[in-house]
């Protein structure tokens, strides 16, 4: 949680922050995923403008994944930017709050607002990490992968790796034909 209280409500006053926070669990999208637990360092501004407090910033954390290609490991860091308006609390709401992701009129964008003076960063940077995740991870750009007959990692295979000829037993009839001399 950020607390805005330092930063006012007069529009156009802002300040920056950098803090490490905690990945939660479930920030993984197929091959690839942060660990939950891992650290993820937040550098951030906030600015107030007249409809809440708008929240500009940048993510950094390791990944985890597996090389789509060859299953092996792999680690590198994943950059993800952010940029959402936490909205002030209606005066209609008794208690202030109204719900942190409620769905607009169309239903297609979700609405975050400020709790009380604090503000819920999750959300928003799960989101942006999630997005920024490689669907398809790779060792190398040029990673040759798994050989389909033995499953031996063709980058650690000798040259000319292979298991000869092989036909598919539904075609050898034909191939048959083809070798046998005859009228055309």
Known sequence: M??????????????????????????????????????????????????????????????????????????EEVEADFQELFQYPSEDEPSGRQGADEVDSEGEDEDYYLEGDLIDLEPVVRDAVVLALPSSPLCQDDCPGLCVDCGVRLADAEPGHGHGERVDPRWEALRKLGEEPGDR
Request: proline fraction near 5%; charged fraction near 25%.
């Open 2 to 75: 950020v607390d805005t209280r330092p930063l006012g409500r007069q529009a156009g006053s802002m300040r920056t922050e950098v803090r490490t926070a905690s990945a939660p669990a479930s920030m993984a999208v197929g091959m690839a995923g942060v660990p939950e637990g891992t650290e993820i360092e937040l550098d951030f501004r906030l600015e107030a403008v007249m409809e809440g407090v708008l929240v500009t910033g940048e993510a950094r954390t390791a990944l985890a994944a597996e090389c789509s290609r060859c299953l092996d490991p792999l680690t």
